[in-house]
């Protein structure tokens, strides 16, 4: 499609409009605060992710440079990536495995999201009943046992994952969130009281979910299912990226030749975990766009300072706005804030520039001093952000070709800690000709409504992200776009 075309196209559609703040009544995107003490608050925060900013973080293992021949040769390094090759390994001690980088492992969403480890599969209920309403029993019982299976492979292997399952506070910051955060009173939380799990002037309610939440240290997690899978005997190169994949025979039987620029690699399967990158099989581009999103990390906080939010206990807190926030401490007491704004760059790119946003850091230490006025002044010791896979149904789905030689997984829209090992699963299954209950699942029979291409993509994107901030500010009513979305099953989230 032509340049002029393109500008044609967007200049009819309001984009500046959508671009401008929302006035909103908790969270405003105007900033509240001096925007003078934002600046310094993050003058000094590291541009690296956190969880990688780390004197734990493995020296980058070797690089391919010889041609090679798997059973199995799985794309990408990151928690999806590692939980195929290690599982597969698991399944078939005698196949070979080997699992191809394109740079470190968990260098991009698995090293730089929250450590939020949910077993949900279904990106929460309502979600899960307009994708999956006769199949939500099953999809339960699966995710628990997911979220079973991956605790188990954290004491297996004696994975220092900072693993802590303590359970997420949920909160209201507007009235009309009150009803569904009150609607369980076994799990309220009585704000008047010192309860320790953290306290706002901006909470009007509160649940404590403990039940399916824990918290990890994303990037430990990753290194350390690295480390398992090679010590089973998985064949691990980072810095190898894969160029094209060819379908060829071999010795009369069908075979992928997976191409490097060092080395090709004859696999008799082929495993894609690449998630908000573009898929190596072209039908399946148009299925995801990646979506930034940012997070801070204060210096580390006091006993005092704890307790001044009344924060002593190791729950992570979130708020229920469709732009919502996620906040939890580190092991060394640390508050890590993100969340609420979800960016699409035009071009559907994902590029190393697009991880630092000057504006959306500012807006994020403005709601985190809002949220924690108590903490006023305390400073950002880092600031990064990273793209997220989202798909239209906002969960991930699963696919296998019909020669069963190709399989690939994506879509996890920020929930992919614990479901990668799901999708991991799923894709062995496909890839195997089992049947499972994941094969039988929707999500891993059908693929989700398409996202267009540019130039539609961008202007569809910051309608659908307006008609989100219209709903927070119109008292959770969604507006008659979010509604025409929701008959057609498409959804949106920050």
């Given at each position: 499609m032509s340049k002029n075309l393109v500008r044609a196209l967007l200049s009819v559609l309001p984009i500046e409009k959508f671009r401008k703040p929302t006035p909103l009544t908790s969270y405003s995107q105007r900033l509240q605060h001096d925007s003078a003490m934002l600046a310094a608050a993050l003058a000094e925060a590291s541009s690296t992710p956190f969880w990688l900013d780390s004197e734990d973080r493995p020296a980058a293992r070797l690089s391919l440079s010889t041609d090679l021949a798997a059973d199995l040769v799985v794309v990408g390094g990151?928690?999806?990536g590692l939980w195929t090759a290690l599982?597969?390994?698991?399944?078939?001690?005698?196949?070979?495995?080997?699992?191809?980088?394109?740079?470190?492992?968990?260098?991009?969403?698995?090293?730089?999201?929250?450590g939020f480890c949910e077993a949900e599969l279904t990106h929460g209920e309502e979600n899960g009943r307009l994708h999956f309403a006769d199949e939500l029993n099953i999809i339960r019982e699966l995710a628990a046992e997911n979220f079973a299976?991956?605790?188990?492979?954290?004491?297996?292997?004696?994975?220092?994952?900072?693993?802590?399952?303590?359970?997420?506070?949920?909160?209201?910051?507007?009235?009309?969130?009150?009803?569904?955060?009150?609607?369980?009173?076994?799990?309220?939380?009585?704000?008047?009281?010192?309860?320790?799990?953290?306290?706002?002037?901006?909470?009007?309610?509160?649940?404590?979910?403990?039940?399916?939440?824990?918290?990890?240290?994303?990037?430990?997690?990753?290194?350390?299912?690295?480390?398992?899978?090679?010590?089973?005997?998985?064949?691990?190169?980072?810095?190898?990226?894969?160029?094209?994949?060819?379908?060829?025979?071999?010795?009369?039987?069908?075979?992928?030749?997976?191409?490097?620029?060092?080395?090709?690699?004859?696999?008799?399967?082929?495993?894609?975990?690449?998630?908000?990158?573009?898929?190596?099989?072209?039908?399946?581009?148009?299925?995801?766009?990646?979506?930034?999103?940012?997070?801070?990390?204060?210096?580390p906080l006091t006993q005092e300072q704890l307790e001044s939010i009344d924060w002593t206990k190791r729950n992570g807190i979130t708020d229920s706005g469709k732009e919502f926030h996620y906040y939890r401490k580190t092991?060394?007491?640390?508050?890590?804030?993100?969340?609420?704004?979800?960016?699409?760059?035009?071009?559907?790119?994902?590029?190393?520039?697009?991880?630092?946003?000057?504006?959306?850091?500012?807006?994020?230490?403005?709601?985190?001093?809002?949220?924690?006025?108590?903490?006023?002044?305390?400073?950002?010791?880092?600031?990064?952000?990273?793209?997220?896979?989202?798909?239209?149904?906002?969960?991930?789905?699963?696919?296998?070709?019909?020669?069963?030689?190709?399989?690939?997984?994506?879509?996890?829209?920020?929930?992919?800690?614990c479901a990668t090992r799901f999708g991991a699963e799923t894709m062995l299954d496909l890839l195997e000709g089992l049947d499972t209950p994941r094969t039988r699942l929707k999500m891993a029979n059908k693929l989700p409504i398409p996202i267009p291409p540019e130039p539609l993509t961008f202007p569809l994107t910051f309608l659908m992200r307006r008609a989100v901030q219209k709903s927070d500010a119109n008292g959770g009513k969604d507006g008659l776009l979010l509604r025409i979305a929701s008959f057609f099953k498409i959804g949106f989230d920050s």
């Open positions: 990151g928690f999806c599982i597969a390994k698991q399944r078939h001690p005698e196949w070979e495995v080997v699992l191809l980088e394109k740079r470190r492992i968990a260098w991009a969403a698995s090293g730089r999201n929250g299976a991956l605790e188990r492979t954290i004491e297996q292997f004696g994975i220092d994952a900072e693993y802590e399952n303590t359970g997420v506070m949920v909160v209201a910051t507007e009235p009309h969130q009150v009803p569904s955060v009150t609607a369980k009173p076994e799990l309220l939380i009585d704000l008047d009281s010192k309860h320790g799990h953290g306290q706002s002037p901006l909470y009007l309610a509160a649940m404590k979910k403990l039940e399916g939440y824990s918290f990890v240290h994303p990037a430990k997690l990753a290194w350390g299912l690295a480390d398992a899978a090679s010590s089973l005997g998985v064949k691990i190169y980072e810095n190898t990226k894969v160029t094209e994949l060819e379908e060829s025979f071999n010795s009369g039987a069908k075979c992928t030749l997976v191409h490097t620029p060092e080395g090709v690699v004859t696999a008799k399967k082929v495993a894609l975990a690449t998630n908000v990158f573009p898929a190596l099989v072209k039908k399946l581009q148009l299925f995801t766009v990646p979506i930034y999103d940012y997070a801070l990390v204060t210096d092991q060394d007491n640390r508050i890590l804030f993100g969340g609420w704004d979800a960016v699409y760059h035009f071009g559907r790119q994902v590029k190393d520039s697009q991880d630092q946003s000057y504006e959306t850091f500012m807006r994020l230490a403005d709601h985190f001093y809002s949220t924690f006025p108590a903490l006023k002044g305390v400073r950002f010791s880092h600031a990064w952000g990273g793209a997220i896979d989202m798909s239209t149904q906002l969960v991930a789905f699963h696919w296998v070709n019909k020669q069963k030689t190709i399989a690939y997984s994506a879509g996890y829209t920020g929930l992919g800690v």
